[in-house]
């Protein structure tokens, strides 16, 4: 099976003679087996993975420094250490819109439940998590339409500014990247978590795996 996360439990394969034609007792091949536990399990993985992703990423940005990180800091013009350290910030952020634009997309694929598992709620603050992605993704191009009044925003930029008028996308702290609540985030993910690995467990169970913590 393909390097999927989860570890199969008390399975008993019945051989054939040849490997090449072996079978599982109940007379399924054992290719076509896996595969069906494979199908079953991909779309709550997949999820799973964006999700465990952008919990480790809020976690890196939010122990990475306290300090609030303005795109200037004070009248004079950054020192080139300044320049490296907020480079590395806006990278982590990036990182960290990316992978919860991810999570959110594969959530909304997930089926509405499985057995008695219900599926995960979407993430909260999702209008906040696009267009932050979206103005992150192109950041070089967004920039300056929130610096300069006579640049013509972009689509992303005037959508923001509708809702954010006092905010500047790009700076932020241990909270806050931009207008997302990053301690917001962080619960919403662990949730969503949560109720993945039991929709996990649950569509591995049917298949008669089990899903070990």
């Known amino acids: 099976m393909r390097n999927q996360p989860f570890i199969i439990d008390k399975v008993s394969w ?26 079953a399990a991909r779309p709550w993985v997949t999820a799973l993975r964006w999700l465990e992703t952008s ?27 300044a320049i490296r350290t907020m480079s590395l910030r806006m990278a982590k952020a990036h990182f960290l ?17 499985f057995g008695d598992a219900s599926r995960p709620e979407q993430l909260g603050q999702l209008e906040e998590i696009i267009d932050m992605r979206n103005l992150f993704e192109h950041w070089d191009e967004h920039a300056a339409t ?8 972009s689509r992303a930029a ?7 008028s006092a905010v500047h996308p790009g700076a932020g702290n241990a909270r806050l990247i931009g207008s997302l609540d990053l301690i917001v985030l962080g619960a919403d993910l662990d949730k969503a978590r949560f109720a993945t690995v039991e929709c996990l467990r649950a569509a591995l169970s049917h298949e008669g795996v089990a899903l070990r913590d």
């Open 55 to 81: 919990i480790e990423a809020v976690r890196a940005f939010r122990e990475a420094d306290d300090e609030a990180w303005p795109l200037v800091a004070g009248e004079d013009y950054p020192t080139l250490q």
């Open 158 to 164: 005037k959508r923001f500014a509708a809702r954010h």
């Open 146 to 153: 929130f610096e300069a009044p006579y640049v013509s925003p």
């Open 14 to 39: 019945g051989l054939a003679n040849t490997e090449r034609e072996a079978t599982t007792n109940a007379g399924v091949t054992l290719a076509g087996a896996m595969t069906a536990i494979d199908d």
């Open 97 to 113: 819109l990316v992978a919860a634009h991810q999570a959110t997309k594969f959530l909304a694929k997930l089926p509405p439940r």
